[in-house]
């Protein structure tokens, strides 16, 4: 197997993996590769590039497809 020339960040999911994403009322699926990902037959070299292809605006890319849920805090809650 190939392997990544950089490392790779822990909060995507493995090699393979297929990301489900609805954006408008369409399903976009995106392929975790060893360097980037795979949408419609392009590759990418984040999450954020392939967001900010679907939707035209700049998104975070972990946001965008839900692997990371947007955390409210307050001040306690951070103190703590």
Same mark, same amino acid.
């Given at each position: %197997?190939?392997?990544?020339? *950089?490392? #790779?960040?822990?909060?995507? %999911?493995? !090699?393979? $993996? !297929?990301? +489900?994403?609805? /954006?408008?009322?369409?399903? +976009?699926?995106?392929?975790? /590769? /060893? *360097?980037?990902?795979?949408?419609?037959? *392009? #590759?990418? &070299?984040? =999450?954020?590039?392939?967001? &900010? +292809? @679907?939707?035209?605006?700049?998104?975070?890319?972990? =946001?965008? @497809?839900? =692997? &990371? &849920? #947007?955390? *409210? $805090?307050?001040?306690?809650?951070?103190?703590?």
């Amino acid at each position: %197997p190939v392997q990544p020339t *950089e490392p #790779r960040d822990p909060r995507v %999911p493995p !090699v393979g $993996t !297929v990301l +489900h994403r609805v /954006c408008n009322g369409v399903a +976009h699926y995106v392929t975790v /590769c /060893c *360097e980037g990902f795979d949408y419609a037959g *392009e #590759r990418f &070299k984040t =999450l954020s590039a392939v967001a &900010k +292809h @679907i939707t035209g605006t700049p998104w975070n890319g972990f =946001l965008f @497809i839900e =692997l &990371k &849920k #947007r955390v *409210e $805090t307050t001040s306690e809650e951070s103190a703590a």
